[in-house]
């Protein structure tokens, strides 16, 4: 179809396409006579334009949702990243605040030089491994680095958390169990993973009144995870992938103590899990082998 009737459908006008085409987003074929031709795909492809511009998003976080793999992985990592930058102007807007009742002027210059020369250790990170990789860090650590680097300790630790998760090497993964991953990450988003963290946290609190309320509930789990239809699914595979990896690629010797040392935060809840594992095993020692990291 030609640009006139594609306009119609998609309530885009003729310079909104031709930019899109101008940026690549669409590929229309050119015909003998100079007019382009627009597929059925094409209009697709546009509408799906149109909405997530008027969702703010930027032309290359557009390009990574359309043409990556997975749809709404990329979506939840681009929200996440949207997050993180209403969580500065919110900053910004208490500041103005400050500001409309104090006139202490030279105390909130000092706060924004502070405010922009110090990121989180969450916003570091999410820069220095822009892909899937920094997103997966920070969703599972998310609740742990809000923090922001303010000592040589933190500043050392820091840089061997990111010399190590750039040069450890990933483990391959079978396209069936990637596709697995896949789907499954595209269900959660920060809220979802910094919920379930706030949930465990909540539970090592008092690990054995946690126990005593959800009894029915673990021993029906713990029996799952002995039994066949376990053993034969994905998540077991995931999971042996996971420990083989983290047994082997210097997790626990490097990663672990130096993020205890990054984030005063992680630090208490490790040990308060630490802790509360011991505690879980007395109770039921068939999940000894369950994390088994040495």
Known sequence: MLINEVCKI????????????????????????????????????????????????????????????????????????????????????????????????????????????????????????????????????????????????????????????DSVKTFDISPELKEFLENAVSFMDDELMEGTIAEVSMAIEDVDDYIEKNKDVLEQYINYRSSEEYKQSPAYKIQNLLLEFQRTSGYYDIFIPNMRKLSLSYDEYFQKLQEANKRFMQRYPETSTWYDNK
């Open 10 to 165: 998609t309530g885009l006008t003729k310079k909104a396409i031709e930019y899109y085409g101008e940026k690549g987003l669409i590929t229309p074929r050119i015909e003998e006579n100079g007019y382009r031709h627009f597929s059925s795909e094409d209009v697709a492809r546009l509408k799906e334009i149109s909405v997530l511009r008027k969702l703010g998003l930027s032309i290359p976080e557009i390009r990574s949702v359309l043409d990556g793999d997975n749809k709404r992985a990329s979506l939840a990592k681009i929200k996440y990243q949207k997050d993180l930058k209403l969580q500065q102007y919110k900053e910004k807007q208490d500041l103005l605040n400050q500001l409309i009742e104090s006139e202490n002027i030279e105390e909130i210059i000092e706060q924004l030089e502070v405010l922009g020369k110090q990121q989180t250790i969450k916003e570091k990170l999410l820069d220095v491994f822009p892909g899937y990789y920094g997103y997966f860090l920070v969703l599972h650590f998310g609740r742990f680095l809000n923090e922001k680097i303010l000592s040589e300790e933190q500043e050392n630790a820091y840089n061997k958390i990111v010399e190590f998760l």
